[in-house]
């Protein structure tokens, strides 16, 4: 196989939960001008469907489906859904995450105020809805894949260094890390070396839950927050979706076939920065 070819998704079914977002979406998209039939799983019907029509619309396959991370009834019917439609699943991306403003620390809330409600939410969200079950409900369609199939789960920066006023979500992105490379382990000594599980660790991109720690809602300009994180990328911007999808489509594909446990950092150099 040439080099180029082992990037080629031809003939590949890849799932992409959260995949309505503006990051899942992004990364749906390219896999999807890869070559592979993509499976949008959202909470918001609508979302999916868009993102799998901008997906049709440029020669792609792709359908939209309903999934609910905090049902696992909902994930298994997706699950089900998704292989009567394409006959099985090669490639799941775990896209679902995200924070909330009452699991953050402010002036107005410190954090001995943060209620455990919030913090198991954003805990839920990202980890146990957002990354295991999924996990476990698609990959167990995949143990009959003669070729396996690549897990690809998204952790953070916040999983490297924890960032101040987010404790619940950078506690639960550091336990994606580790359940990455621990669910690779199992899955290569207990059912087969072929399926492969990695990570994507995203520097600083804006999207909806970060926007209001990053911009100052009133005047559009960078909070001391966003100035100091700028100030710590040494490529001086924020992440754009796309900067998602060469990563993807390398851990997805053949060219990474000796690759599983790892965390990839995509983050404009802010992991190698010291600040001097």
Request: charged share 15%; net charge negative.
């Amino acid at each position: 196989m040439q080099s180029a070819e082992k990037f080629c998704l031809d003939g590949k079914v890849a799932v992409v939960t959260g995949g309505g977002g503006v990051l899942g979406g992004a990364i749906a998209q390219g896999l999807g001008a890869a070559g592979a039939d993509v499976a949008i799983a959202d909470l918001i019907p609508a979302s999916a469907d868009a993102v799998a029509q901008r997906i049709i619309d440029n020669g792609g396959t792709a359908k939209g489906y309903l999934m609910d991370v905090f049902k696992k009834d909902s994930i298994q019917a997706c699950c089900d859904a998704i292989c009567a439609d394409f006959g099985g699943v090669n490639i799941l991306i775990n896209a679902v995450g995200g924070n909330m403003k009452g699991a953050t620390t402010s002036p107005e809330q410190s954090f001995f105020d943060l209620p455990s409600d919030a913090l198991q939410k954003v805990f839920d969200l990202n980890l146990i809805g957002g990354t295991v079950i999924p996990s476990q409900v698609f990959v167990k369609a995949m143990l009959k894949n003669p070729d396996g199939g690549s897990i690809i789960n998204i952790s953070s920066m916040n999983a490297f260094r924890p960032l101040t006023r987010i404790p619940g979500y950078s506690a639960a992105k550091a336990a994606v890390s580790n359940f990455t490379q621990w669910l690779a382990v199992h899955l290569a000594q207990e059912y087969s070396p072929k399926l492969r599980v990695n990570a994507i660790a995203p520097g600083f991109f804006l999207t909806a839950q970060n926007r209001f720690l990053m911009i100052d809602e009133k005047t559009g300009e960078p909070t001391p927050r966003g100035k100091s994180v700028l100030g710590h990328t040494p490529m001086g911007r924020y992440g754009a979706p796309e900067d998602l999808i060469g990563t993807t489509l390398w851990l997805a594909s053949d060219a990474s076939s000796f690759v599983t446990g790892i965390v990839v950092p995509v983050d404009g150099g802010f992991s190698a920065f010291s600040g001097v």
